[in-house]
C-alpha cells in the first residue's frame, strides 16, 4: 500500500539548518511529485514547494525561496526538505505529500506523511 | 496568490447531526478543491476532490459542493470518529493554499 513516511522530530538552535525525509513506497514513483507543507502552532498549513521525481524538477513559494531546497533520492525512493537560517518562526510540523504528475484531482495530495515537528529553541 | 477563507473555525455538534463546512476563494478556481479530515498526530485524509468527489473508501455522509469561488462540505448525520479538524486546499494553481481549519467537536 501507498505509504509516505518521515522522519523523526528534531530540535534545532536559532540560524542552524534542519533536513526531513520523506520515504515512499507502494506506487510509481517516476509518475509523482512531492509537496511539501508546514503548519506552525496555531496557524492555517502553509505550502513550501515541491519536487518531480522523474526529473527533479522543483518549485518553491517565494516564502521560502532561497531558504528551502527540496531534493529527491532515486535510489532511496526518498524525498529531502532542508530548510536554512531558522528562527523560532519556523516551529512547526512538517507534512509531505504526493502528487501524480497530470493525474486528475484524486491523484492530488491523496497520500500524505505522518507529519515532522521541528522545534527551534535556543 | 490565491486565498482560502474557510469557516466556522469550530464548532460542536451531537451525533446524527448534519454540519456544513464552508472555503471561498479570493478568485475562482473552477472546481480545483479537495477537502481533508485531520486527525492529531496522524495524516490528513483526502476526502473529497474536484469539490464534489468522493474519494474512494470514504463514507458517503461526506460530500461536497460549489465551484468557482464557493464551497462547501457537509456530513449528513454526524459520527462519533468524525471529531477532527477539516481543511479545505486549492489546487487550482501553486502556490496551494489551504484554509485556516475547521475544528469539530462531537458533544
Known amino acids: 500500500q501507498v505509504q509516505l513516511v518521515q522522519s523523526g522530530a528534531e530540535v534545532k538552535k536559532p540560524g542552524a539548518s534542519v533536513k526531513v525525509s520523506c520515504e515512499a513506497s507502494g506506487y510509481t514513483f517516476a509518475q509523482y511529485a512531492v509537496h511539501w507543507v508546514r503548519q506552525a502552532p496555531g496557524q492555517r498549513l502553509e505550502w513550501m514547494g515541491w519536487?518531480?521525481?522523474?526529473?527533479?524538477?522543483?518549485y518553491y513559494s517565494q516564502t521560502f525561496q532561497g531558504r528551502v531546497t527540496i531534493t529527491w533520492d532515486t535510489t532511496a525512493n526518498t524525498a529531502y526538505m532542508e530548510l536554512n537560517s531558522l528562527t523560532s518562526e519556523d516551529t512547526a510540523v512538517y507534512y509531505c505529500?504526493?502528487?501524480?504528475?497530470?493525474?486528475?484531482?484524486?491523484?492530488?495530495?491523496?497520500?500524505w506523511g505522518q507529519g515532522t515537528l521541528v522545534t527551534v529553541s535556543s | 496568490d490565491i486565498q482560502m477563507t474557510q469557516s466556522p473555525s469550530s464548532l460542536s455538534a451531537s451525533v446524527g447531526d448534519r454540519v456544513t463546512i464552508t472555503c471561498r476563494a479570493s478568485?475562482?478556481?473552477?472546481?480545483?478543491i479537495n477537502w481533508y479530515q485531520h486527525k492529531p498526530g496522524k495524516a490528513p485524509k483526502l476526502l473529497i476532490y474536484g469539490a464534489s468527489n468522493l474519494q474512494s473508501g470514504v463514507p458517503s455522509r461526506f460530500s461536497g459542493s460549489g465551484s468557482g469561488t464557493d464551497f462547501t462540505l457537509t456530513i449528513s448525520s454526524l459520527q462519533p470518529e468524525d471529531g477532527a479538524t477539516y481543511f479545505c486546499q486549492q489546487n487550482y494553481n501553486s502556490p496551494r493554499a489551504f484554509g485556516q481549519g475547521t475544528k469539530l467537536e462531537i458533544k
Open positions: 478568485q475562482i478556481i473552477s472546481r480545483s
Open positions: 505529500a504526493r502528487e501524480k504528475v497530470g493525474g486528475g484531482y484524486n491523484e492530488d495530495c491523496d497520500y
Open positions: 519536487i518531480i521525481a522523474a526529473n527533479a524538477m522543483t
